[in-house]
């Protein structure tokens, strides 16, 4: 019989937020460890058409929550993680929704030169 001892993949993996050049991911404990404490998670990152997957960051098995530094500016990310025990890297997690590595909290301004002012009465009912 075949025993497999790798952590099951994590769950619930989200962005929560993401600027230009980084983006934040939590995610929730596997259901399994695989009879073997957790002692990190390895969050992965690919470019969304990419093939390769590539390790981003490396936190520690009591911490759910993680930050990808090094994002392209404009490029189109997908992220994923696995939870590791002394047995190795586990399944990896279902993929993210790709983000568009962007800041997200942009100003609003209006471009225009030739904009004329112009003043609005309020007419007064009888």
Known sequence: ???KDEPSKPKDVQVVDWDKDHADLTWNKP???GGAPITGYVIEFKEKFG???KTGIEVPGDQF???VPGLKENGQYEFR???V???GPGEPSDTTKPIIAKCRFVKPFIIGND???IIIKKRTSR
């Open 115 to 117: 904009l004329n002012s």
């Open 51 to 53: 093939k390769d997957w």
């Open 31 to 33: 259901d399994s460890d």
């Open 81 to 83: 993680i696995r939870a």
């Open 65 to 67: 929550k993680g930050t």
């Open 1 to 3: 019989m075949f025993l």
């Open 85 to 87: 025990n002394k047995a």
